[in-house]
T-cell receptor, first 114, second 112 residues
Framework: DAMVIQNPRYQVTQFGKPVTLSCSQT?????MYWYQQKSSQAPKLLFH???????NEADTPDNFQSRRPNTSFCFLDIRSPGLGDAAMYLC?????????????FGPGTRLTVL | QKEVEQDPGPLSVPEGAIVSLNCTYS??????FMWYRQYSRKGPELLMY????GNKEDGRFTAQVDKSSKYISLFIRDSQPSDSATYLC????????????FGKGTRLSVIA
């Protein structure tokens, strides 16, 4: 089945220790998104790629970076995780960034920062 | 005032009940309205998608948009325990590549 896959599902890291979360998709979608979702809060868009074009949200901290080496894969790098970065990180894809296009979400990676 | 307001619940109903979930928004630029369902430990999945005021029905689910009141609703008829999840409204402006703005989500439990 075509899908959005996130690894790992659960990630534990130490305060200040860099961590990388990965997302892969078999949908061959052009757009990949990274969201941060804290408990009982709305998903918050961090950035997205339209093909190789990177679009950063204005309020995304510099501590968060992303890489998209090819159509299928996208990575979220947190350079120096703080306690406030503990959250669920959701990857999503869509065929185009157009308003009519559905976003397909992965199962998420839950990040714990000790 | 936040762009999108959604009562987080939790909402607990008996099986078979009609459920009403709601969001209000402040910016009249929003033109596209979606409801996502998120099961525990899973990513959100699109449930309903509407454009413009009015109703849209899909099986037991009805999405309703009232642009004049800036109010959107999702109704679930004959609710089932399998409907137990968090329901997120998501809105989008009418201008090309714009992000979804999500509500906080309402957690629903349907008790058998």
């Amino acid at each position: 089945d075509a899908m959005v896959i996130q690894n790992p599902r659960y990630q534990v890291t130490q305060f200040g220790k860099p961590v990388t979360l990965s997302c892969s998709q078999t949908l061959n979608h052009n757009v990949m998104y990274w969201y941060q979702q804290k408990s009982s809060q709305a998903p918050k868009l961090l950035f997205h790629y339209y093909d190789k074009d990177f679009n950063n949200e204005a309020d995304t901290p510099d501590n968060f970076q992303s890489r998209r080496p090819n159509t299928s894969f996208c990575f979220l790098d947190i350079r120096s995780p703080g306690l406030g970065d503990a959250a669920m990180y959701l990857c999503a894809t869509s065929g185009t960034p157009a308003h009519t296009d559905t976003q397909y979400f992965g199962p998420g990676t839950r990040l714990t920062v000790l | 005032q936040k762009e999108v307001e959604q009562d987080p619940g939790p909402l607990s109903v008996p099986e078979g009940a009609i459920v009403s979930l709601n969001c209000t928004y402040s910016n009249s630029a929003f033109q596209y309205f979606m409801w996502y369902r998120q099961y525990s430990r899973k990513g959100p999945e699109l449930l309903m998608y509407t454009y413009s005021s009015g109703n849209k029905e899909d099986g037991r689910f009805t999405a309703q948009v009232d642009k004049s009141s800036k109010y959107i609703s999702l109704f679930i008829r004959d609710s089932q325990p399998s409907d137990s999840a968090t329901y997120l409204c998501a809105l989008r402006r009418n201008s090309g590549n714009t992000p979804l703005v999500f509500g906080k989500g309402t957690r629903l439990s349907v008790i058998a």
